[in-house]
């Protein structure tokens, strides 16, 4: 299915590159792995190029199911299809299109196979993508993280004391997915991939603090998790700002924390 793929696209000449990543491209793939195309597209003929999706994604196999997704700045856009397989089992393929302007050095790139390449931009920046230290947030995001993390703690807490438990889960999950998560790999210095392959990623201690920012629908039980993410990010806080000299008053979220305390016990 990837052969018939690549075979509309190969020929075409707006298509400048064709790059196959994931663990297919390091070798790793099962049955469970996404089949990762990155298609680069020339200047100016990004639009027709991706008007054309649906047919590339078409020839390469029977569809079970199919989406777009929106891209972020700089990302590319992407058809995701699962398609049935030779042997029934499904199969999940990324279409990945980007415009030649939007590639560069990074470390998704490194192990990538390049499977076309008319100019040769396409393999320098694979090349060049070996051995790049992994993005680091900048001195304002984290500042905004940390804004931001205090604010989703105390809109997690009046949830939990009024009840709306459903909500108050799913505010943990975004505080571990938006800020636990990545302070976890920018302390380690590792690639920010979310959740992907985390538990062989963690010692036993980080990933028993992780495990505890779960929680059952139970009020006390969601107060703890949330306790224990207040714990974690401290810790992971107090590594990337330390590496980054950054200071921040500690009187704001110690006033929240108080308060939280207080509403607590007095429940």
């Not at 920046?125 to 790049?132: D, F, H, I």
């Amino acid at each position: 299915m990837l052969g018939r793929a690549i075979a509309r696209l190969r020929e075409d000449d707006r298509v400048v590159g064709l790059v196959v990543g994931g663990s297919l491209a390091h070798g790793a793939a099962d049955h469970y792995s996404d089949v990762d195309l990155y298609v680069v597209v020339r200047e100016g003929a990004f639009d027709g190029v991706l008007a054309e999706r649906g047919t590339v994604a078409e020839a390469a196999g029977s569809q079970l199911f199919a989406f777009d997704v929106d891209p972020v700045p700089g990302g590319s856009t992407d058809r995701i299809v699962v398609y049935e397989g030779p042997d029934g089992f499904p199969i999940k393929f990324d279409l990945m299109y980007l415009k030649e302007s939007d590639l560069g050095p990074a470390p998704k790139w490194a192990g990538c196979q390049v499977l076309k390449d008319a100019g040769g931009c396409v393999g320098a920046v694979v090349a060049r993508s070996r051995g790049l230290a992994p993005p680091q947030p900048t001195t304002e995001e984290l500042l905004a993280l940390n804004q931001k993390f205090w604010t989703w703690c105390w809109y997690v807490f009046g949830k939990i004391i009024r009840g709306e438990l459903w909500e108050a889960l799913d505010g943990l999950h975004n505080i571990r997915s938006l800020a636990i998560v990545p302070l976890l790999d920018w302390a380690a210095e590792r690639p920010h991939e979310g959740y992907r392959r985390l538990e062989g990623k963690l010692d036993p201690e980080t990933a028993s603090r992780v495990a505890a920012t779960l929680s059952p629908l139970e009020p006390g039980a969601l107060y703890a998790a949330l306790r224990a993410e207040v714990g974690l990010f401290r810790g992971l806080r107090a590594t990337v700002f330390g590496r980054h000299g950054l200071a921040f008053d500690p009187a704001p979220e110690e006033t929240l924390e108080a308060e939280m305390d207080r509403r607590w016990a007095a429940r």
